[in-house]
């Protein structure tokens, strides 16, 4: 089960109000201020965490991309995943922090074709570079039973997967780690988008997955946005550089939401809509072109 932002919340405040704590002489001023202090701190941590899951959610995930893959006919092609042998080679907390991105995005990606030992694999990869972090407590245990326990239950997995990195954002989050944070959802984001443009037959390209990429448009300028937070980190900046080509790109992709509609199915609420969508295969190769040319950037050592 995930964490919730006021569990997040409630255990900042009670560490606040320990660190900020006086003697019984303190004066009462001074205990305001203090609870004022714990009660912004509280606030602010839990606005990072919220940014992030806005950031995270608004972006459809990996497991989404490759389920339209697969429905697609797309087959697995463990050519275009990162190498694990290569976790160890990424010696500074860029590469090391990009890359827990990438190897989570390969994660999700294996889980949805059931490649049950390569998801075994890339586990320990995500692991031993959150050891390399200094955040390998990020995760708890009872999360990492869970998978052992379900490495065979694909439906399992991808809701245990989301919680490990939702237990992943809500810890940089609480410990001040926010440039770390950014770079591995820019990581991730960017590998999603790698995996996407590979599988694509440009001689016959599936529309469904064509438009699936285009409209990612909306996702990365919600990302470029939550990230540009913390640009004064100089790798932070390099991220939003290279976002930044990628974004030329889909300045010139037209994504436009038209309507919006509202159903009942059995007795449940559905909202629906259509969007406008037009993307050339020029567009398309371009794009391609650059995110492959960022994402190998990240992972040669």
Request: with cysteine; net charge negative.
């Amino acid at each position: 089960m995930k964490k919730s932002l006021l569990y997040v919340a409630f255990g900042f405040s009670a560490i606040g109000f320990v660190s900020c704590g006086g003697g019984e002489n303190e004066s009462d001023a001074s205990k305001v201020d203090s609870a004022a202090i714990a009660g912004d701190t509280i606030d602010d941590t839990k606005s990072k965490i919220e940014e992030a899951q806005k950031v995270y959610y608004s972006i459809p995930s990996t497991s989404e991309m490759a389920e339209l893959l697969q429905d697609a006919g797309a087959g697995f092609d463990s050519k275009i995943l990162s190498d694990i042998n290569n976790w160890d080679k990424y010696t500074t907390s860029r590469t090391q922090a990009l890359n827990l991105g990438i190897y989570g995005a390969d994660l999700n990606y294996c889980t949805i074709y059931e490649r049950n030992n390569d998801v075994i694999f890339y586990m320990e990869c995500n692991h031993k570079l959150a050891e390399k972090l200094g955040i390998e407590n990020a995760i708890s245990e009872e999360t990492q039973l869970r998978a052992e326990e379900n490495i065979d239950n694909r439906d399992s997995m991808m809701v245990i997967i989301s919680d490990m990195f939702y237990e992943l954002e809500s810890y940089l989050a609480e410990n001040d780690k926010d440039d770390i944070s950014a770079l591995v959802i820019g990581g991730g984001w960017i590998e999603g988008l790698y995996l996407a443009t590979q599988t694509v037959n440009e001689k016959k390209p599936n529309k469904d997955i064509l438009n699936r990429i285009a409209e990612q448009k909306m996702s990365l300028n919600n990302l470029i946005k939550f990230i540009r937070q913390y640009e004064s980190n100089e790798d932070v900046k390099l991220l939003l550089n290279d976002l930044d080509r990628i974004n030329k790109i889909y300045d010139g992709i037209v994504v436009e939401k038209q309507s919006t509609s509202v159903s009942e199915e059995n007795g449940t609420t559905v909202i629906g809509g259509q969007t406008k969508v037009e993307i050339t295969l020029d567009q398309f190769k371009a794009l391609k072109k650059t995110v492959k040319e960022i994402r190998d950037s990240y992972t040669k050592f």
